[in-house]
Every structure is written in C-alpha cells, then in structure tokens.
C-alpha cells in the first residue's frame, strides 16, 4: 500500500517536473520569437482594420440609434396606433438605423468640409510668416529681460534652435507634404486609398453590427449560457452590462464634451481677435478628449501659436485655458459625464498613465473605462467574499477598525471611536428621554382639558 501511494508520488511529481519544463521552453521560445510573433499580430491587427473602426463606430453610434429607435417606437404605437410595442420596435429599426447613418455621414462631411481648409490655411500661413513672428519674439524677449543679461541670452537661445530646427522642419518637411497631399486630394488621386477603403468597409461592417445587434446580443447569451452555469451567466452578463455602460457613457460623453469645449474656445478666441482660432481650438478640442493630461496637451501648442501672433494674446490665451478648464472639469465635464466611472482621481491618474506608457495616446484615452470595468469586478468579488464571512462590504464600517475579536468576532474599533459612539449613544437616549416627556406632558395637558370640558 505504501509502495502504491510512493509510485503516485513519483509520476505524479515526474509529470509536474515535465510540464514545468515544456512550459518553460515554450515561455523561452516566445521570448526569443517575440519581435515576429508581434510581427504576425500586427499583420492579423492590419488585416481586421475595416472590422475594428467598424465596430468602434457601431459602438458609437449605437445610443443615437436607440435614441432615434425610441422616437419611431411612440411614433407607430402610440401615433400611427396600427401595431403592438413589439411590431413597433421591430420596424423601427431600419429607419433609426438609416437616419443614425446619414447623420453621422453628414456631420463627418460638414466637419471636413469646414474645420479642415481653415486648418489647412492656417498651417500655410503660420509657416509662412514664422520667421517674422521669431524675430518679434526676439525682440520682444530683449526689451522685457533688458536687465537680466542670462536670461536674455537663454530665451534667445531658445528662440534660434526654434528658429534653425524646428523652422527648418515645418517648411522643408511638413509643408511640402501639405501642398502635395492636397495638390492629390483635389485632382482626385487619393494617396490614403488603402485607408479610404477600410473607411468604406468599415462603415459598411457598422450598418451591418447596428441592423443585426439584436441577433447577435441573443446568439451571444446563448454561447455564455451554454458553455458557464446559470449563476456564472447571469454575473458575466452583469458585468457585460456593467462595461457597456462604463465604456458607452464615457467615450460618447467626453466626445461631446470635447466638441463644446473645441466651440467654446473658438468663439472665445475669434471674439478677442487671435489670428489662428480655428487651429487653436481644434488643437484644444482634440486633446481634451484624453482624461487629465489633454488640457495641458492642448495648451502647449495654443500657447505658442498664441505668443507668435501677440505675446499678450499668450497671456489672455493661459488665462482662458484654466478659466475653460475649470468650467470643464467642475461644471460640464460632470453633467455630461456625471460618475460613470466611479474611480477615484487617484486611481483615474494611475489608469492614464499606465495605459499611454503600454499603449500611447488610445491607452491614455481607454485606461479610464478599462481600469474602471476592472476596478467594480474586483469590487464585486471583494464584496461577495465579505458577504461570505458575514462581514460588512462598506468601506466607512473600516475607517477606525482596529481588528476582531478572535473569539466572539465582535470588530474593536479605536478608543476615541467608542467614546465617539458613546456620545451619540448619549444623545439618542437624551433625545428619547425628551420626546417621551414631551409627548407625555402633551398627553397630560389634553386629560386636563378633557376634565374641564366635561365638567363645565
């Protein structure tokens, strides 16, 4: 018998010792492989483009579609009064769908059409006239720091490398290529035809997703209720939910809180006469769509464009940035938004900067939600494993816990939180003593009246 369990043992200790080992060589195979494997990623990534921007813009035109939905729904129930809610919501779909499309086609082509020749314009213009704006700068920096020789001489520095590098790059650079993609763009040879493509697919893969979002949420349920149990589905579901409308409620609200934003600063902007507003606030209204860090983003390159056109306007341009920042952050931000992430700002900074350093500006932009969805699922499974132990899951109930007692299981708590309790126990109880003597003496006084009523 003990040789049979020592066998055991053995096999079951020298197959351990093999897998470990597989695993290991595997492990070393990928590291050493990880550039090519990244490689046919890439590749597979590249490949399922069109599918990707069409998912995301389902995902982001979804809520309009339903809004629209909804309108058609009263429409042919309650208005044309023909058809049950069911009928309704089921014909209802191909015309919200049409409407969410063209309106989202629409407003994508008024924004080209618009927002991009003025950009244009302006990038042609600034870097035309950035050699004047230098020598100003220069001028200006001398006749300000006049008086203080070293940080004349390091401002000017500063504005000569601007001057031999980054001048030298805009013209030679990144205006020949202006020049040229537009020179393509309005003879009709498009240079981006591999991206226009995966545009067309991509908006085509939307319509699909939005036509058949019913069909596929329903095939969905039955795969996760198929393979996990009834309780395992029922929490993936929740979860599901949970991060559809963290996701949903974040991306769609800080795009359009971005957009009023980008509206805002060029009313402002054109109003106190900056020469470049259009490109200021389009600047502005971009990078506000990174949580945290996009105002600053945005400021930067408004500052600077604001000091070449007048170095007072760079004062009035900083001075709007933190007033529209504050309205943002304390007014708009959370209308808009309200609490959908439901993270602290600690944990929002952390998740931004975790994500921009794994994956750049799109981490910087998804680590909020990401983190958030991963933030309330550990939240859930902390506050069942409470519920379990018959403890409580309220994070105030631990702020002066002090520990359990071993054996009754009883929490102790600090000193000055007993005496604290025993203070408001005090009150309650002086509390009760009074409304008792008051109801009481109110319970005499109405005895004595009826006597004399009777009496009389």
Request: proline residues 3%; glycine residues 8%; aromatic residues 10%.
């Given at each position: 018998?003990?040789?049979?369990?020592?066998?055991?043992n053995?096999?079951r200790?020298g197959?351990?010792?093999?897998?470990s080992i597989?695993?290991?060589?595997?492990?070393g195979?990928?590291?050493?492989?990880?550039?090519s494997?990244?490689a046919v990623?890439?590749?597979?990534i590249s490949?399922?483009?069109?599918?990707?921007?069409?998912?995301?813009?389902?995902?982001?035109?979804n809520p309009?579609?339903?809004?629209?939905?909804?309108?058609?729904?009263?429409?042919?129930?309650k208005?044309?009064?023909?058809?049950?809610y069911?009928?309704?919501?089921?014909?209802?779909?191909?015309?919200?769908?049409?409407?969410?499309?063209?309106l989202?086609?629409?407003?994508?082509?008024?924004?080209?059409?618009?927002?991009?020749?003025?950009v244009?314009?302006?990038?042609?213009?600034?870097?035309?006239?950035?050699?004047e704006?230098l020598?100003?700068?220069?001028?200006?920096?001398?006749?300000?720091f006049?008086?203080?020789e070293?940080l004349?001489?390091k401002?000017?520095?500063?504005?000569?490398?601007?001057e031999?590098?980054?001048l030298?790059?805009?013209?030679?650079?990144?205006?020949?290529?202006?020049?040229?993609i537009a020179?393509?763009?309005?003879?009709?040879?498009i240079?981006?035809?591999?991206m226009?493509?995966?545009?067309?697919?991509g908006?085509i893969?939307?319509?699909?997703l939005?036509?058949?979002?019913?069909?596929?949420l329903?095939?969905?349920?039955?795969?996760?209720y198929?393979?996990?149990?009834?309780?395992?589905?029922?929490?993936?579901?929740?979860?599901l939910?949970?991060a559809?409308s963290v996701?949903?409620?974040?991306?769609?609200?800080?795009?359009?809180?971005?957009?009023?934003?980008?509206?805002?600063?060029?009313?402002?902007?054109?109003?106190?006469?900056?020469?470049?507003a259009?490109?200021?606030?389009?600047?502005v209204?971009?990078t506000?769509?990174?949580?945290?860090?996009?105002?600053?983003?945005?400021?930067?390159?408004?500052?600077?464009?604001?000091?070449?056109?007048?170095?007072?306007?760079?004062l009035?341009?900083?001075?709007?940035?933190?007033?529209?920042?504050?309205?943002?952050?304390?007014?708009?931000?959370?209308?808009?938004?309200?609490?959908?992430?439901?993270?602290?700002?600690?944990?929002?900074?952390?998740?931004?900067?975790?994500?921009?350093?794994?994956?750049?500006?799109?981490?910087?932009?998804?680590?909020?939600?990401?983190?958030?969805?991963?933030?309330?699922?550990?939240?859930?499974?902390?506050?069942?494993?409470?519920?379990?132990?018959?403890?409580?899951?309220?994070?105030?109930?631990?702020?002066?816990?002090?520990?359990?007692?071993?054996?009754?299981?009883?929490?102790?708590?600090?000193?000055?939180?007993?005496?604290?309790?025993?203070?408001?126990q005090?009150?309650?109880?002086?509390?009760?003593?009074?409304?008792?003597?008051?109801?009481?003496?109110?319970?005499?006084d109405?005895?004595?009246?009826?006597?004399?009523?009777?009496?009389?």
């Amino acid at each position: 018998m003990g040789s049979g369990n020592w066998n055991k043992n053995y096999i079951r200790f020298g197959i351990t010792l093999t897998v470990s080992i597989c695993v290991c060589i595997v492990f070393g195979e990928v590291i050493q492989g990880w550039s090519s494997i990244l490689a046919v990623v890439g590749k597979f990534i590249s490949a399922l483009t069109p599918v990707i921007m069409g998912i995301v813009m389902a995902f982001l035109l979804n809520p309009i579609m339903m809004y629209i939905r909804k309108f058609f729904v009263w429409l042919f129930e309650k208005k044309l009064k023909k058809m049950d809610y069911e009928t309704a919501y089921n014909k209802s779909k191909i015309p919200s769908m049409i409407i969410t499309v063209i309106l989202f086609l629409g407003i994508l082509a008024a924004f080209l059409w618009t927002i991009i020749p003025q950009v244009y314009v302006s990038l042609v213009d600034l870097g035309e006239k950035m050699p004047e704006y230098l020598k100003d700068v220069e001028k200006w920096i001398k006749k300000i720091f006049a008086k203080n020789e070293i940080l004349e001489g390091k401002l000017t520095n500063v504005v000569s490398y601007i001057e031999d590098n980054v001048l030298t790059l805009f013209k030679d650079k990144i205006m020949p290529n202006l020049d040229t993609i537009a020179v393509k763009i309005s003879s009709g040879v498009i240079i981006g035809v591999k991206m226009l493509f995966n545009f067309l697919v991509g908006i085509i893969v939307a319509v699909y997703l939005l036509a058949s979002k019913d069909e596929l949420l329903a095939q969905g349920k039955k795969i996760i209720y198929c393979i996990f149990s009834k309780k395992a589905g029922n929490r993936i579901l929740d979860g599901l939910s949970y991060a559809n409308s963290v996701f949903g409620g974040f991306i769609n609200g800080k795009i359009i809180d971005s957009v009023i934003i980008g509206i805002i600063c060029f009313i402002f902007t054109s109003a106190v006469g900056m020469q470049y507003a259009v490109l200021i606030s389009v600047i502005v209204g971009i990078t506000n769509i990174i949580p945290f860090f996009g105002p600053f983003i945005g400021a930067v390159p408004g500052a600077l464009l604001a000091l070449m056109d007048d170095p007072i306007m760079l004062l009035i341009f900083v001075i709007w940035i933190v007033v529209l920042q504050q309205f943002d952050g304390n007014i708009l931000g959370p209308l808009i938004l309200g609490d959908s992430t439901g993270i602290s700002g600690v944990w929002v900074l952390i998740a931004i900067l975790v994500g921009g350093d794994l994956f750049g500006v799109v981490g910087m932009m998804l680590g909020v939600p990401v983190f958030a969805c991963i933030y309330a699922f550990c939240a859930v499974r902390l506050r069942d494993g409470l519920r379990d132990k018959a403890m409580s899951s309220a994070t105030n109930d631990y702020l002066l816990l002090k520990g359990f007692d071993e054996e009754t299981g009883e929490p102790i708590y600090r000193e000055f939180h007993e005496a604290r309790k025993t203070i408001k126990q005090k009150k309650r109880n002086k509390n009760k003593y009074l409304k008792a003597l008051k109801k009481k003496s109110h319970n005499r006084d109405a005895s004595e009246n009826a006597k004399t009523s009777k009496d009389e």
